[in-house]
C-alpha cells in the first residue's frame, strides 16, 4: 500500500471576501514598490538598483584605478546575485550614474558610447565597458569593517549591503528622481563645496536654522549649468518645506557680427532637456509664426553645446527676444523639489534641507562609530598575538625545546606560558626568520603603536566633541577632493543676483507686450475640403503643385498679410478669428482647424477672409433670413468663437458676403434658381440675431446672396455682366419668391465677382 505521504498535496484554498484580498496584496505591491525602486535612502542617496551595481563592481574589484570591464559582465554579475529584473533595467541605470550630463558627479566612469545630451541612445552593453569613480569609492569605503548591516539577497546565497557607508553627501549631491504608488521623489543635484559648508555648520551646531542652511547651499548645481532665476526667499522657502520648484534658464551670449548684424549664441541648456528636442521644439515655434522676433536657429555643438539663433534684424533687442523663447519654448523649464526619501531606509518622508543634512551627518555618526569599534576588536586581537610573540623571545629556548619533544606542544605552551589559544596557535605558525632579534624590534613597536591607536578610539567613542571634529575632518577632506576649488566642484550654475532678477521681470513685461509684433510679410492660406489648414510665404497663385490628403482638395485660398487676422464663418452661424502669424506652416497637409478652434462635429466652413476693419457684412441663412453686420463686432477673442446669425434646428448659414462700397441693391437666388433683386436699404444692420427674410421659398431653401451698384449691373457665375435693363423685371421688394433668372444667365452658382 502507497505512504500517504506520496499522495499530492491539496493546494490550500482559502475563503477571503476579494476586497479584503484585493487590499493586502495591493499594499503589499505599493510598500515593495516604494522601498525597493523609486525611494532613495536619505543616507546614501541611493535605490537599492544603484546600490547593487556599485556592490557588484566592488566585487569585481573595478576601483577608479582598476582597468576596464564589459559592462555586460557587471550586469550578468548584478542580475545573478542580487537584482533579478532584467538586463535593461540594470544598464539603464548604470548608463544613467556614468552620465556627465545627467548625474553631477558620476559614480560610473564609462569607455565607449553611454549616450549624449541629444538623447541618442548608449551604445548596448557588449559594446561599453566601465569602473567604479573616485566619489562611488568614498560610498564603499569602510565596507568590510562592519559599517553597516547585510542582509541576505534575493535567493539566499550571497549577502549585500542594506546601505553603503556613503562619505560623500550623494542624496543631494547627485540628486534623485522615482515614481512610486501615491507618491514621487524629485531632488535636484547640488555643489558639493556649499553641502560641505552647510554640513560642517550643522555638525559644529545641531540646532542652525534653515535660512542660515539655505545661505550656504544656495540652489541647485546641474550638470548642465543653466541659470537659477528664483529670488532666495523662494528657494528657501522649497527647501524649508521641502517641496517646491527652481526655474532654470538656458544660457547665452551675443556674438557681434558686421554691421551691427549679431546672432545669439546658447551655451548651456537646462537640466534634463534633450538638445535635439529643444531645437525642433524652437523650429515648430517658427514655422507656426509664434517667434516673430527670430530668423533662423541652427545647431554647431561638437563637444560643447553651441546653439545659434538669427534675429529678424539687427534692430531687434537680444534681451527681448530671448524672453519670448523662454516664455515659449524649452530654454526655461521648472524644475520640481519634492525631497521623498526613505528615512533610516524605511519610513517614506518629506524632508527639509536640514533634515536630509542630519541624515548624513547621523549615518556618518553610526557609520564612524562602528567603524572604531571594528577596529578595537581588530587591535584587541592583534595585540593578543603579539603579546604571545613578545613571550617566545623572552623563553625562547624553553619554547624550542617544548616544541621538539612534546607530541602535543600546543597546550604545554599554554600551560607553561599562560597563553590564549590564539597566541599559542600563533607561536606554532611562526617562520623562523621571525626569530631574529630584528623581529622582535618591531613587534614591539607595532605593539606600542596598537596599544596607543587603542586608547585613541576609546578616548573616541567616550567623547562626542571627538566624533564630531573626526566627522568635520572626514567632510573637509570631501571639499578639499570634490568642491569648489577643483575642477569638477566648480558651482556650474549660475543663481541670478537680485537686481538682475528685478530686469529680468521688466524685460518679460516688454515680451509680452511685444509678442504681438509680427514683421508685415505676404502670405497664402489655403483651407482645404476636409478642413486642413496650412500657409506659405508670399502671394501665390492657384496651381496644381499644393498636394492634398487622398480625397482631399482645396476649398478657400486667400492671400493675406502676417499681421492680419483670419476670420471663418460657420454653418452655425458663428465667426472664428486666428492670427495668421501663428498659423501652420505649408510643410506637410497642414494640421486640422479643429487644433486652433473649437468648431463642433457637425459644422462645416461657409466662408474665409482676412479681417479689414471697418467693413460690413451680409449674412444669411439656408431658410433666406440675414441681415447686415459690422466686420469688427464679429472678431473672435476666444476658441469657442463669436455667434452672430443665429441658426433654426435642421438649417445652416449658407452666406458671408462683402458689402460693395456704395452698393445699392441686394440679389439673392435660391436653389429653386430664383433670382430676387431688392434695395439694400430693406436689410436691417444688426451685431446678433436670426434677421429678416431676404427672399421665400417653397421648395428648398438660400443658395446665394450678393450686393452690388445697380448702375454697374450684376455679375453671373460666369462673370458675364446684366445691366439695370436686363434685370429690371427682377427688382422687387424683400421676402418676395423671385423669379427665373434672365436669358443667358448661367445655370450652376451663384454670383460672379
Not at 107 to 134: C, H, K, S, W
Not at 642 to 657: E, I, P, T
Not at 701 to 712: N, S, Y
Request: glycine share 8%; with cysteine.
Amino acid at each position: 500500500m502507497a505512504d500517504s505521504r506520496d499522495k499530492p498535496k491539496q493546494d490550500e484554498i482559502r475563503t477571503e471576501p476579494l476586497g479584503k484580498a484585493l487590499a493586502e496584496r495591493y499594499l503589499a505591491y505599493a510598500l515593495s514598490t516604494i522601498t525597493m525602486r523609486a525611494l532613495p535612502d536619505a543616507r546614501d542617496g541611493l535605490k537599492p538598483v544603484h546600490r547593487r551595481i556599485l556592490y557588484g563592481m566592488r566585487l569585481l574589484r573595478l576601483d577608479s584605478n582598476a582597468a576596464f570591464k564589459k559592462s555586460a559582465k557587471i550586469v550578468g554579475d548584478v542580475m545573478g546575485s542580487f537584482h533579478p529584473h532584467g538586463d535593461q533595467a540594470i544598464y539603464d541605470a548604470l548608463v544613467r550614474l556614468a552620465q556627465d550630463f545627467a548625474t553631477r558627479y558620476p559614480l560610473v566612469d564609462g569607455q565607449g558610447n553611454f549616450g549624449n545630451i541629444d538623447g541618442d541612445n548608449p551604445a548596448a552593453y557588449r559594446y561599453t565597458e566601465a569602473r567604479m569613480t573616485d566619489v562611488a569609492g568614498l560610498l564603499l569605503e569602510g565596507l568590510d569593517e562592519s559599517a553597516v548591516d547585510f542582509r541576505p539577497n534575493y535567493d539566499g546565497q550571497d549577502e549585500e549591503p542594506v546601505v553603503l557607508p556613503a562619505a560623500f553627501p550623494n542624496l543631494l549631491a547627485n540628486g534623485s528622481s522615482g515614481i512610486a504608488v501615491g507618491m514621487a521623489t524629485s531632488i535636484p543635484p547640488h555643489n558639493v563645496g556649499e553641502l560641505c559648508e552647510a554640513l560642517v555648520a550643522l555638525i559644529k551646531t545641531p540646532n542652525t536654522r534653515d535660512k542660515t542652511l539655505s545661505d550656504i547651499v544656495r540652489g541647485p548645481d546641474f550638470p548642465t549649468g543653466g541659470i537659477l532665476v528664483d529670488s532666495p526667499e523662494t528657494i528657501a522657502e522649497a527647501y524649508k518645506a521641502g517641496r517646491g520648484s527652481f526655474r532654470i534658464r538656458a544660457k547665452w551670449k551675443k556674438e557681434e557680427g558686421a554691421r551691427g548684424v549679431y546672432q545669439i549664441i546658447v551655451t548651456e541648456i537646462p537640466y534634463q532637456v534633450q538638445k535635439s528636442k529643444l531645437i525642433e521644439n524652437i523650429a515648430g515655434l517658427l514655422e507656426q509664426k509664434k517667434l516673430p522676433l527670430l530668423d533662423d536657429v541652427h545647431d554647431e555643438s561638437a563637444e560643447d553645446i553651441r546653439i545659434v539663433l538669427t534675429p529678424k534684424s539687427r534692430t531687434v533687442e537680444a534681451e527681448i527676444l530671448m524672453e519670448q523663447l523662454f516664455r515659449l519654448s524649452d530654454l526655461e523649464s521648472r524644475f520640481p523639489l519634492n525631497m521623498n526619501v526613505l528615512d533610516n531606509g524605511v519610513v517614506p518622508k518629506v524632508m527639509s534641507l536640514k533634515e536630509t543634512l542630519q541624515a548624513f551627518v547621523d549615518h556618518r555618526r553610526d557609520v564612524l562609530e562602528r567603524r572604531s569599534r571594528h577596529r578595537l576588536e581588530k587591535i584587541a586581537g592583534r595585540l593578543e598575538i603579539l603579546e604571545g610573540y613578545l613571550a617566545v623571545y623572552l623563553n625562547l629556548d624553553k619554547v624550542i625545546k617544548i616544541i621538539r619533544e612534546e607530541d602535543e606542544p600546543k597546550p604545554v605552551l599554554m600551560k607553561a606560558f599562560k597563553l590564549t589559544d590564539n597566541q599559542a596557535e600563533a607561536i606554532l605558525n611562526m617562520r623562523l626568520r621571525s626569530l631574529r632579534r630584528l623581529e622582535e624590534m618591531e613587534i614591539r613597536k607595532e605593539h606600542a603603536d596598537l596599544t596607543r591607536e587603542q586608547k585613541d578610539l576609546k578616548k573616541l567613542l567616550g567623547s562626542e566633541d571627538l566624533k564630531d571634529a573626526k566627522l568635520i575632518e572626514e567632510v573637509k577632506a570631501i571639499d578639499a577632493k570634490f568642491g569648489g576649488k577643483t575642477a569638477i566642484g566648480k558651482r556650474r550654475t549660475q543663481i541670478v543676483e537680485a537686481k538682475l532678477l528685478e530686469k529680468i521681470e521688466t524685460l518679460a513685461e516688454e515680451a509680452v507686450a511685444l509678442e504681438s509684433a509680427v514683421e508685415k510679410e505676404p502670405i497664402t492660406i489655403v483651407l482645404s475640403d476636409k478642413l486642413w489648414l496650412r500657409s506659405y510665404k508670399g502671394h501665390m497663385e492657384e496651381n496644381d503643385s499644393v498636394k492634398y490628403r487622398e480625397g482631399d482638395r482645396r476649398r478657400f485660398w486667400v492671400h493675406a498679410q502676417t499681421t492680419d487676422r483670419l476670420m471663418l464663418f460657420s454653418t452655425d452661424g458663428r465667426f472664428f478669428t486666428l492670427d495668421c502669424a501663428k498659423l501652420p506652416g505649408g510643410r506637410g497637409n497642414g494640421e486640422a482647424i479643429r487644433t486652433f478652434i473649437d468648431l463642433p462635429p457637425a459644422a462645416d466652413v461657409v466662408a474665409a477672409f482676412p479681417h479689414v476693419p471697418g467693413r460690413k457684412l451680409l449674412v444669411a441663412a439656408e431658410t433666406g433670413h440675414g441681415f447686415i453686420t459690422n466686420e469688427d463686432e464679429a472678431l473672435a477673442m476666444t476658441r469657442n468663437g463669436k455667434r452672430v446669425l443665429n441658426v433654426k434646428d435642421g438649417s445652416s448659414a449658407r452666406v458671408c458676403a462683402f458689402l460693395k462700397s456704395d452698393a445699392d441693391s441686394v440679389a439673392v437666388i435660391g436653389e429653386n434658381h430664383k433670382l430676387l433683386i431688392f434695395p439694400i436699404a430693406e436689410v436691417p444692420e444688426m451685431g446678433r440675431g436670426q434677421g429678416v427674410y431676404l427672399q421665400r421659398y417653397q421648395n428648398g431653401g438660400l443658395l446665394g446672396a450678393t450686393t452690388f451698384i445697380w448702375k454697374e449691373g450684376l455679375k453671373d457665375p460666369n462673370n458675364r455682366t446684366f445691366g439695370p435693363s436686363d434685370l429690371k423685371e427682377w427688382r422687387g421688394a424683400r421676402a418676395q419668391a423671385g423669379r427665373l433668372p434672365p436669358t443667358g444667365w448661367a445655370r450652376k452658382g451663384t454670383f460672379g465677382e
